[in-house]
Structures are given as C-alpha cells and as structure tokens.
C-alpha cells in the first residue's frame, strides 16, 4: 500500500476545505494544522511526513487549485486562496450523492450534495477509500453539471 498517496489525499482535502472556510480572503496554510506538529529530523530538517504535506499544497498551486504569494521556511504557504476551478469544484454537487431528506430547503440539500461538505464528512469520520474517491472525483472534475433548480 502506498502510505503516501493516503496521505496526500488527506492533505489535499485539508489543505482545499482550510482554504474553503477562509474563502474569499487570502490566508496563511501551515502544515502543522493540517498534520499536527512533527518533530525534524536529527539535521533539523522537516519529516518526511512534513515535507510531504507541503509538497502536496506546492502540487495543489502547480496545477491551478491554489494561489499564494510565499513560503514561510518549509512551515507553510502564504496569503493562499483558491482558485476559481478549487472554487467551482468544491461547491459543486458529487453525482449519486444521496441525501435522504425531502423536505430539507433547497439551500441545504445544496450544502450537502457538495463537494466540500462530502470531504469534510469523509475527514472527519477516517474514510479513506471514500476521501480518496472525492479526492479524484475534484481532479477529474466528475462533479454534477444539471441546472440548479429554482422554486
């Protein structure tokens, strides 16, 4: 098993629903918020773990699902935000969501089918094969594409 790639899908979801909650404003990501403090290695060099938790939000700005200004030393990513794509994709409904509830308002059965609220779950009840599945559904961007519907 790739221990790494679980890893990166959980700093990934992390990373995007911190910058989600902050969304509009341009925020300082640490990786410590999203892994918990690790200690440096014997050199003083960030773990292994650290390192690839910060490379996963590096990744996350490469290919266009975050902006930032800077690095703060290997300890986080400055004044990030997200992208229009991380935006649209994670406010987007996940097809074959299902929520269970008619009679909820439409603005709630929304916030429910997203994206983000759909990582949110998977984090924090220890899913690994559903957050890996969201994961890949935000860069295959299989999200929802029908019309929203007006009452």
């Known amino acids: 098993m790739d221990l790494q790639i679980e890893d990166f899908y959980k700093d990934v979801a992390g990373g995007l629903l911190m910058l989600y909650q902050a969304f509009p404003r341009k925020t300082a990501l640490y990786v410590e918020d999203l892994i918990g403090h690790e200690e440096p290695d014997e050199f003083g060099l960030p773990s292994k773990r650290h390192q690839g938790c910060l490379g996963a939000l590096l990744w996350l700005a490469e290919e266009g699902y975050v902006r930032f200004e800077s690095t703060i030393q290997f300890q986080a990513i400055d004044q990030a935000v997200l ?6 994709r994670l406010t987007g409904s996940v097809a074959g969501t299902e929520i269970g509830a ?3 308002p439409p603005s709630v059965l929304r916030v429910q089918a ?29 999200l929802s594409t029908a019309p929203e519907q007006t009452t």
């Open 83 to 88: 992208t229009e794509k991380a935006f649209l």
């Open 102 to 104: 008619d009679d909820l």
């Open 114 to 142: 997203s994206l983000a609220q759909q990582l949110r779950e998977a984090l924090r009840n220890g899913h690994g094969e559903q957050l890996a599945r969201l994961v890949r559904v935000l860069f295959e961007s299989q």
